[in-house]
């Protein structure tokens, strides 16, 4: 199949292969593969009767061509055999929701809180591995995710405690 998105259009695609089988006992194998032979992802080794997903980002402004190939691993073969259907997908990127905000804890004396504060869209919410440091004398927080890094102090007078933003 041939995907292409003229150099002109600036969204984010995402091409999405699913793989549906009737027969919950069989095992099939889904492999993505680009032009150059190479297998881009693939679902193989799963569990039988659990249907297969990829999902990649399409590159921008590209015409790319790319291949679905589904190998039978364990299945009823001949007539009555087992079959499989894909539906193949190439829609936008929607943007991320937030998770809904949880209640706020009651006040306890001695008892400690959990919150969670969202960093700001598009601040430090790219890294696979973020890492955390904190200062205790100055009360502030750093959090570095890729190429960037984010400080953060909180307004602990209030309760919970509020994030004023980046300090």
């Not at 960037?148 to 405690?161: F, Q």
Request: net charge negative.
């Amino acid at each position: 199949m041939t995907v292409a998105i003229p150099p002109t259009d600036t969204t984010i695609y995402f091409l999405k292969v699913d793989l549906h089988f009737a027969n919950l006992a069989s095992d099939f194998d889904l492999y993505l593969i680009d032009a150059d032979g190479t297998t881009v992802d693939a679902i193989i080794g799963q569990r039988r009767g659990r249907p297969g997903v990829v999902q990649i980002q399409v590159p921008s402004g590209a015409t790319t061509n790319y291949a679905v190939r589904v190998v039978p691993f364990d299945v009823v073969t001949g007539a009555g055999g087992d079959t499989y259907s894909t539906n193949i997908i190439l829609s936008p990127a929607s943007a991320p929701t937030d998770p809904p905000e949880p209640p706020d804890q009651p006040t306890v004396p001695g008892v400690p809180r959990f919150e969670i504060y969202q960093a700001p869209t598009g601040m430090g919410d790219d890294a696979g591995e973020p890492s955390i440091g904190a200062n205790w004398a100055t009360g502030r927080a750093l959090f570095q995710a890729s190429l960037r890094t984010l400080r953060v102090g909180w307004n602990d007078c209030a309760s919970p405690p509020r994030r004023p933003g980046r300090t």
